[in-house]
């Protein structure tokens, strides 16, 4: 029975083997470029393949965190060459006892007590990778409630953020969360998590559902709890964990980041390189611009909010943020005010003229053209949120107007001085790797090889004045708006931005309608 076993393992080894020598074989043959036919998708094609070309420098990276492929012998077909990797990696399927399954696949915890907010369980997605030490862990966004009448109005209308019961058993990921190599080529192989919001609470309570509550508030222990039971399936042995998270999953990667790493730290795994990546959730404690009674959660203003809800939550903030805020606990929430007592490094997301911030601000984009109070408000805005993000090392700030990045398809295509997200994430880590090798020390984030932008945001003053912007459409009609039609909708006047870039109307006007 022995020898019979040692044979098929011996037989089954040797099938690996072969397999691996035939997809390398392949991988390494040459390939001749073709020109892609189709309509309209050349220019994103074009850009895709420019994103996807390896970096000047050739530096490994010890262990092999990732496996970035290197396109250049085909960066004029990239499409046609992804075709062809994803159908010999599934001709290769029988030489695995394993099928790959690209969705994840719903968990709920173990730990019955950490519920959502209505007490049903809370839980995780996953996709694992086996042979992979990266772990991506993602911190789901929508809002929040802060009092009993917010909180019952968001049951009312968006139960799936407060309770599990009609969760679906799978999802797919997209974004920095997909499978496939060609939209997302440097994570795609990692274990990825998907820790649903559940809580309303920014992923900040620890407070149970009890007699004389409504809800329960434990987003922070549901992190937690993800966390412990990762350490099962294999996050013990991780090199990587990066929390992730878009909009109010954003802020929670900045209140929960030094918290999972001492987590880990506690429990003895020290080996485990904690990181955050923060989409879309750097908010302003700004004044609004029509000021309102704090009635409803989009209306009112973030610093009340806040105020009102950490309370209610029973919210948790990061140590040194709580001993540098004593009394105003509530200033952690904001990106500015949290950052510089981080100690885990963290990468921001930030649209310059995010829409969640003009929302709760109350300038509201729809319907006749904003006049020129609101039009003023929103350039100040940019400048504002610019000058908060100043001393952030590693960052990547589009001048657009959109909320969430990291998990959108199209993520890839926008660019900040002609760099992608996806490449300044990778450049991100490679100069982590870098700095752990000198001593370890976060300070030495920006020391980057040549060509390898870490600090990127745009320099222009009004929203979507960087081309690469998502496509902004007539919320009447539907119909795609060009960048001209769309700042005129906000009140934009030629003759007068002109005479404040000290630039001619007509040169103005071109650049705009050629998308400069």
Known sequence: MWSRSVLRNSAGLSALRSCLLLLCIHMSAPLEARRVRGGGGGRAQARRAQQLQPPAYRERVEGAESFPLDFTAVEGNM???????????????????????????????KNVSVTCNDGSPAGYYIKESKGSRRWLLFLEGGWYCFNRQTCGSRYETMRRLMSSTKWPQTRTGTGILSPQPEENPHWWN?????????????????????????????????????????????????????LAGSSAGGTGVLLNVDHVAEQLRSRGHRGVQVRGLADSGWFLDNKQYKFTDCLDTVSCA????????????????????????????????????????????????????????????????????????????????????????????????PACLSHELITRTYWMDIQVKGTSLPRALHCWDRSLHHSLRINGSRTHVQQRARGCPLHLIDSCPWPHCNPSCPTVRDQATGQEMSVIQFLKHLGFDVQKMAQQQGMDPRKLLGMLNNGN
């Open 79 to 109: 499409d046609n060459f992804m075709v062809q990797i994803k159908n010999l990696a599934q001709s290769l399927y029988p030489c695995s006892a394993q099928k790959l399954d690209q969705d994840m696949k719903l968990h709920f915890l």
């Open 190 to 242: 990692a274990n990825m998590v998907f820790i649903p919001y559940c809580s309303s609470d920014v992923w900040s309570g620890a407070a149970p559902k009890t007699e004389n509550s409504d809800y329960a508030f434990m987003g922070s222990l549901i992190i937690q709890e993800v966390v412990n039971e990762l350490l099962t399936r294999g996050l013990d042995s991780a090199k990587v964990l990066l």
């Open 302 to 397: 973030p610093t009340e909010a806040i105020k009102r809800g950490i309370r209610y939550w029973g919210g948790l903030v990061p140590e040194s943020c709580r001993q540098a805020h004593v009394g105003e606990e509530w200033k952690c929430f904001f990106g500015y005010k949290v950052f510089p007592t981080l100690k885990s490094p963290v990468f921001v997301v930030q649209w310059l003229f995010d829409e969640a911030q003009l929302t709760v601000d109350n300038v509201h984009l729809t319907g006749q053209p904003v006049h020129e109070g609101q039009w003023r408000y929103i350039q100040n805005l940019g400048q504002e949120l610019r000058s908060t993000l100043h001393d952030v090392p590693a960052m990547f700030a």
